[in-house]
């Protein structure tokens, strides 16, 4: 899979980058990621990627002309991608679409800043419009990372065996079962016998009842799905 990250800051997105899951998935070869300065495709002196508001009001507006240079050159250059716009009115991004954009081969994730796009944007591409939930953040480079990890986690290869995502939350429709380690006793909390006792079908029963009753307490709304 390769990955454009169409920002105003990629400075603020490189060093998650280049950490961790995202950076062992780059250097295995199952991705490959590249953040993308919008400013780079502006064409005057002054690098203007934003201007008021048609109308008037508060904010500033983002251009669409160094955008759609931007995804027109990255086009002509490696083909057609997937285009994600980062928005808080877009649709909630939920595992599913984690799943969906996962078996992409070039996908782009646009990041916004001030008061988002010029609507003419919006219009101009067949956008996947994803929002992170219902809250606004100053810019959509944290969604976009967001989005980015859950996508990349899923991409054959990237995790290892143990880290599996197959039992996670939301895999099943339902949450993940509690988890724990050593010691045995904490602060007099003590795991669960059966955890200890190497039966490996009572465990998975003990599991699978864990996570039922997690999720009808935490998020009836999965169940009901
Ligand atoms: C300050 S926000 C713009 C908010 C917009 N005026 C509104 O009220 O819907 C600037 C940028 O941050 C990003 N952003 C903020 N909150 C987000 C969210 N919940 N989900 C996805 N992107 C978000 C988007 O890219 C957006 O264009």
């Not at 944290?142 to 880290?163: D, N, S």
Request: with cysteine; proline share 7%; aromatic share 8%.
């Amino acid at each position: 899979m390769q990955v454009a990250l169409l920002t105003l800051f990629p400075e603020a997105v490189e060093p998650y980058l280049g950490a961790s899951i995202l950076a062992q998935a780059q250097q295995k070869g199952r991705v490959g990621v590249r953040a993308i300065d919008i400013r780079d495709f502006t064409r005057d002196r002054h690098r203007t990627v934003d201007d008021r508001p048609y109308g008037g009001g508060p904010g500033m507006v983002l251009k669409p002309e160094p955008v759609s240079d931007c995804i027109e050159w990255l086009e002509r250059e490696h083909g057609p991608y997937h285009k994600v716009l980062l928005t808080p009115d877009g649709v909630p991004f939920r595992q599913a679409k984690a799943h969906a954009l996962a078996g992409i081969e070039r996908l782009l994730l646009l990041c916004g800043r001030y008061e988002g796009f010029d609507e003419r944007l919006r219009e101009a591409y067949a956008w996947d419009e994803v929002s992170l939930g219902d809250f606004v953040l100053s810019g959509g480079e944290l969604p976009a990372l967001c989005v980015l990890e859950a996508v990349v986690r899923l991409v054959p290869g990237v995790l290892g065996h143990e880290e599996s995502a197959v039992r996670e939350s939301f895999e099943q429709g339902q949450l993940d079962h509690p988890h724990y380690t050593r010691p045995p006793t904490w602060r007099g909390r003590s795991v669960p016998d059966v955890l200890k006792s190497g039966d490996h079908s009572a465990i998975e029963r003990w599991r699978a009842g864990e996570a039922r009753r997690r999720t009808q307490a935490r998020r009836p709304d999965l169940v009901s799905e």
